[in-house]
């Protein structure tokens, strides 16, 4: 239904930033919810961000809160992720998804779509 692929990810230097993004196929964008997981080795998939289908309301893990932004651009079929102060514990590889209908956005099963990552390191 919805082709998602994420780009952007890359080696970064802790306190730096990153911005990644995940650019949808289709015409129905604006009808998921969208939401970024992250997973680094050994750990299981955690929620890191979600966004409405406007783009109005944003949750966000505790973890993550004051230094990640979600946004979506309808428009583009795209969502980002901000990633600014950057610590050696956010090295993951993270994932956007999209939810038709999202009863628990924080839950990775709430999502129907999943894209193939992108390698996010941060160093020291």
């Known amino acids: 239904q919805v082709q998602l692929v994420e780009s952007g990810g890359g080696l970064v230097q802790a306190g730096g930033s990153l911005r990644v993004s995940c650019a949808a196929s289709?015409?129905?964008?604006?009808?998921?919810?969208m939401g970024w997981f992250r997973q680094a080795p050994g750990k299981e998939r955690e929620f890191v961000a979600a966004?409405?289908?406007?783009?109005?309301?944003?949750n966000y893990a505790d973890a993550v809160k004051g230094r990640f932004t979600i946004s979506r651009d309808n428009a583009k079929n795209t969502v980002y992720l901000q990633m600014n102060s950057l610590k050696p514990e956010d090295t993951a590889g993270y994932y956007c998804?999209?939810?038709?209908?999202?009863?628990?956005?924080?839950?990775?099963?709430?999502?129907?779509?999943w894209g193939q990552g992108t390698q996010v390191t941060v160093s020291s």
């Open positions: 998804a999209a939810a038709v209908y999202s009863n628990n956005y924080y839950s990775s099963s709430t999502y129907d779509y």
């Open positions: 966004i409405d289908r406007v783009g109005g309301r944003t």
């Open positions: 289709g015409r129905t964008f604006s009808s998921y919810v």
